[in-house]
């Protein structure tokens, strides 16, 4: 993962291929995903968020839901509330 990266910034540096802006999306975006998967509430709920309002990516409520859900499942009380008052699925 860390040679992706370092590939990624010498692109960006030397060749101008992505902007930063790109740069940083992915590896939030990436991160948030990384930790989501393996477990981590703070992760699936940072995951649900980003689907939900479309930042550094295109709204998805389903995924949303589901990490929403994996979170809430995971003792987060702000996904409970947030699937309790947008999703209209209390937990």
Do not use: P
Request: aromatic share 16%; hydrophobic share 50%; net charge neutral.
């Amino acid at each position: 993962m860390k040679i992706f990266f370092l590939v990624l910034l010498i692109g960006v540096v030397f060749f101008g291929v992505v902007s930063v802006k790109d740069v940083f999306r992915e590896v939030f975006f990436n991160e948030a995903y990384t930790g989501a998967i393996a477990g981590d509430v703070k992760s699936q709920l940072c995951l649900a968020q980003l689907y939900h309002i479309g930042k550094f990516t295109d709204v998805n409520l389903v995924e949303a839901e589901k990490w929403y859900r994996r979170a809430a499942q995971n003792g987060s009380q702000t996904a409970m509330d947030i699937l309790c008052w947008e999703f209209n699925k209390c937990v």
